[in-house]
């Protein structure tokens, strides 16, 4: 970092970057939230599913993110784990709609959670309950029961109920997350 | 000539024929009548179905269907015009139905019956190629890439090869009640999945148990594949009206764990076993010519080596040379220990009357010891009297006078008054004494 960006940082004229990694099933709406979350004249109309992960970037008012959208099908799954070191902030993303697959949801959250490289780390997690606009999904609080979330002691989580398409929801879960990733950092 | 079809039909009829012969002859008539304007049709059930691709191996090819009937009739029907493409005559019922291949190019249709049999039909066959014998009724046929792999009611699974070749056998716990094909394209594993009439579903991966599912109930009905979104779920009904569904976790693998009774894997591993010497051999021969010879010299010299000990401990006994008396009179037990590093040593004697109510009186102790190397406070002296089985610890201080790291040996004896020869005696090794090197 040279000089100018140092005193560009210090008058909060450059934001702090954080590197998050965006994770979750298949179709559970990663990409389409984190579309959701750039600025509109950036935003794609046509997600499709994501192969292997792509990176994307946004701010919010303190913070620039940059997103390690990574693609949630099966065969791509193994790629998560090279990124867990990079990570300073997990968003996990639960197609509360998905009820025949939470238990998949689930076995995937507990390897992450159980990987040496997250264990031991207190990393802040977001979780998005996404789809609620769908008419049977599961409220958050059913899916923090189903995910057994009350047993992650050792780190910071929180969910949140979204709809991506419309994009609510979201801007409460990147507050949260904000206001973690300010507190770890200081 | 309806006598001779009744006792013995050569002739398939249908089942109107087949009411009539069973009618009392002043029914017959009317019987016909009835239905003499309708033209006679031999009717028949279907038993199993499959489909065969028609010219093309991909996913979603056009295919023909393929019907077994009651009859022991195989059907190939032509997927556009529902024409019967291929007829083939089969000697019993066909309850199980597997087919590969492409109709236009080659195919191979195998087929488990019910009188117990396999046959196995290949393009341009009109009769079965191949037959197995199962030894009882088939329960489940499953192929595995080129393997059929088949379940019996005598809860048995069996593994031929496409020409009849059977390969294995595994015993199962329970009767089969349904059998499936699990083909994880993704993995590379294939194995058959059977379930059982105690609610387990056993997973085999060629002839080794890899997993066991218990549900609830017993499972009627079994299907592995992609369900939605996941490649590898497997569906089971079961008995009471239940549906499971499993899916299969990502990290999962299939281990051969022995959990297959037959021989242990150690028995199969070579050990590295060296040649057999000449000398060995040559050892061996000798051994086995004068087995009798070598076990009699071999006896005498233990019935030897037997006396040889013998007549020492009676002389020890003897001359009381030994650290306990059985002599009725006096029975005594001593030992000793030494203490201390030197160059001056304590010695304790634990004195104890083994016999069960005589006191021992009038006993004597004296040391015998080289008084160059050692002195003693007191050489000789007089026991008190020794309760029965009480230990008497006496103590005395033995004085190490070399300092030339030299030991020797202390005599010990026991000795009464009156009697010439010792009771007891007792050799003490001494140690060498380090006081004057620490010193
Ligand atoms: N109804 C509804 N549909 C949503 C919502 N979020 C996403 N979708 C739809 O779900 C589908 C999958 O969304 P993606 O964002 O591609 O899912 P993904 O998690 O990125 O999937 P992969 O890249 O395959 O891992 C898309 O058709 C979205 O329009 C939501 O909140 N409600
Ligand atoms: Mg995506």
Redesign the pocket.
């Known amino acids: 970092m040279g000089l100018f960006d140092k005193l560009a940082g210090w008058l909060g004229l450059k934001k702090k970057e954080v590197h998050v990694l965006c994770l979750?099933?298949?179709?559970?709406?990663?990409?389409?939230?984190?579309?959701r979350l750039k600025p509109s004249n950036a935003q794609v109309q046509d997600?499709?599913?994501?192969?292997g992960f792509s990176i994307e970037n946004f701010k919010t008012s303190g913070l620039s993110f940059t997103v390690f959208?990574?693609?949630?099908?099966g065969r791509?799954r193994n790629l998560w784990e090279h990124y867990f070191k990079e990570g300073q902030a997990i968003i996990f993303?639960i197609?509360s709609?998905d009820k025949l697959r939470m238990v998949v949801a689930k076995e995937e959250l507990d390897t992450l959670l159980n990987h040496p490289d997250i264990k031991h780390k207190r990393i802040p997690i977001l979780f998005f309950a996404?789809?609620?606009?769908?008419r049977d999904a599961l409220s958050s609080v059913k899916v923090s029961q189903l995910l057994c979330l009350e047993n992650i002691k050792d780190k910071a989580w929180y969910i949140c109920a979204?709809?991506?398409?419309?994009g609510e929801g979201l801007q409460e879960g990147v507050d949260w997350l904000q206001d973690q990733i300010k507190a770890m950092k200081t | 000539m309806l006598e001779s079809l009744r006792d013995k039909s050569e002739v398939a009829l249908s089942v109107k024929s087949l009411r009539y012969l069973l009618l009392d002859p002043n029914e017959m008539e009317g019987y016909v009548s009835l239905y003499k304007m309708q033209p006679i049709k031999r009717q028949t059930i279907i038993t199993c179905m499959a489909t065969l691709k028609k010219n093309m191996a991909d996913e979603d090819a056009v295919c023909c269907l393929v019907i077994g009937t009651e009859s022991g009739d195989m059907y190939i029907l032509d997927p556009e015009a529902f024409t019967v493409q291929a007829k083939m005559a089969l000697p019993s019922v066909p309850v199980y139905l597997d087919v590969t291949g492409q109709y236009d190019v080659e195919f191979r249709i195998t087929v488990a019956c019910r009188n117990g049999n396999i046959y196995i039909l290949r393009r341009e066959s009109r009769r079965p190629r191949y037959c197995v014998e199962l030894g009882s009724q088939p329960v489940g046929l499953v192929r595995v890439n080129k393997n059929m792999v088949v379940g019996c009611a005598q809860d048995t699974l069996h593994c031929y090869t496409q020409k009849g070749k059977k390969l294995w056998t595994v015993f199962l716990p329970a009767a089969i009640t349904t059998m499936a094909g699990m083909d994880h394209a993704a993995k590379g594993f294939q194995a058959v999945m059977v379930a059982m009439a105690n609610s387990q579903v056993h997973v085999y991966r060629d002839k080794h148990l890899v997993n066991i599912i218990l549900a609830q109930d017993v499972v009627t009905s079994l299907c592995f594949g992609r369900y939605g979104r996941e490649d590898g779920t497997l569906i089971m009904t079961t008995k009471g009206g239940g549906l499971l569904i499993k899916i299969l976790k990502r990290t999962a693998v299939f281990e051969e764990k022995d959990m297959s009774p037959g021989p242990p894997l150690a028995q199969s591993i070579r050990l590295n076993i060296p040649k057999k010497t000449k000398l060995y051999v040559d050892q061996t021969l000798r051994e086995r010519e004068s087995a009798v010879a070598m076990h009699r010299t071999f006896q005498t010299d233990l019935y030897r080596l037997r006396l040889m000990a013998t007549r020492a401990y009676a002389r020890v006994l003897e001359a009381n040379l030994a650290p306990f008396s059985s002599s009725l009179s006096e029975p005594l037990k001593m030992n000793a220990v030494v203490q201390g590093i030197g160059p001056c040593f304590k010695l304790t004697l634990n004195l104890q009357n083994t016999s069960a109510n005589q006191p021992s009186i009038n006993l004597l102790i004296s040391f015998m010891y080289d008084e160059n190397l050692y002195s003693m406070e007191r050489g000789f002296f007089k026991l008190p009297m020794l309760v029965p089985g009480l230990n008497y610890p006496i103590q005395t201080v033995v004085d190490c006078r070399s300092d030339k790291g030299v030991a020797d040996t202390i005599k010990v004896f026991v000795l009464q008054v009156g009697r010439s020869s010792p009771l007891l005696t007792a050799h003490i090794n001494m140690p060498v004494s380090e006081g004057l090197v620490v010193a």
């Not at chain 1, 997600?47 to 192969?51: D, E, K, M």
């Open positions: 979750g099933l298949d179709n559970s709406g990663k990409t389409t939230i984190i579309n997600i499709v599913p994501t192969i959208d990574m693609s949630g099908q791509y993303v197609d709609s996404n789809k609620m606009d769908i979204s709809d991506a398409v419309k």
